[in-house]
């Protein structure tokens, strides 16, 4: 029996398995001919190589079963407790799941005219920032940032500097923008960034910008290069959209 009968039909399951991830991770493009080539050896080499170590990264997804259950059980509790730290509780599962709607609401519920934690404010901002509530995000994200530049290592700042962008606000951003970048090497900031200088038409700065998140791919480590993908396909293709002078 050759090779490819010993893995017929593993090998193609092998392959359709290597494809999905390929196309869900997009690592680099030689992959995928040592995956059609290769078949089902090939395939198995790319499993090995870059799905095994992706487990770490899908621990997000398979964590969504019990966040679900989670919720289902805070739903209840709160009925006849609607304690302040299970309606936070709730709000943050709510948030990670997309529903930011509803974390929206129930943050108003968790934020109280005394509060002194940032926290719930910033999550808030995060809720209506996705919901493209720009005005909203802006007020409570700016809250964070003045009593706490530092906060989420300095991903507030970064998104300050956003917010100030979408609500039209060129002169906050930019200089928010630089704020952020000299104490942060966020790839999220340096993209926001980017984008924000290409949007003003400043393409040079623009493609710099984009630029220095793909430099820091050969040096990271490779368990960061996986986390930092959508990052590095998102300046990829700002560049490619950008005009080269």
């Known amino acids: 029996m050759g090779l490819t009968g010993l893995f017929y039909p593993w090998g193609l399951i092998l392959q359709a398995v290597a494809i999905l991830h390929f196309v869900r991770r997009r690592p680099d493009t030689y992959w995928l001919w040592i995956i059609l080539i290769g078949g089902g050896l090939g395939a198995l080499v790319y499993i090995v190589a870059e799905v095994v170590p992706d487990v770490d990264l899908l621990r997000g997804s398979l964590n969504a079963f019990p966040r679900r259950r989670r919720i289902r059980e805070l739903e209840r509790i709160i009925i006849d ?6 309606q936070e509780e709730l709000a943050d599962l709510c948030l990670e799941e997309g529903q930011f709607a509803r974390a929206r609401q129930l943050y108003d519920k968790v934020i109280s005219p005394r509060s002194d934690s940032l926290d719930p404010f910033y999550r808030r901002g995060l809720a209506e920032l996705a919901m493209d509530d720009i005005p909203a995000a802006l ?4 809250r964070v ?12 700042m970064g998104l300050l500097g956003h917010v100030y962008a979408r609500a039209g606000q060129s002169d ?3 200089a928010t923008f630089k704020k952020a970048t000299d104490i942060s090497t966020l790839s999220e900031t340096y993209y926001n960034y980017a984008s924000f200088l290409a949007e003003q038409r400043r393409i040079a700065e623009a493609r710099d910008w984009a630029g220095r998140i793909l430099a820091k791919k050969p040096t990271m480590p490779r368990y960061l290069r996986r986390r930092e993908r959508p990052w590095f396909r998102k300046a990829a293709a700002l560049l490619k959209r950008l005009p080269a002078h």
């Open 145 to 156: 940032v003045a009593k706490e530049p530092k906060y989420d290592f300095h991903r507030a």
């Open 81 to 86: 407790n609607p304690a302040i730290g299970n």
């Open 172 to 174: 906050r951003a930019e």
């Open 139 to 142: 007020a409570d994200i700016e």
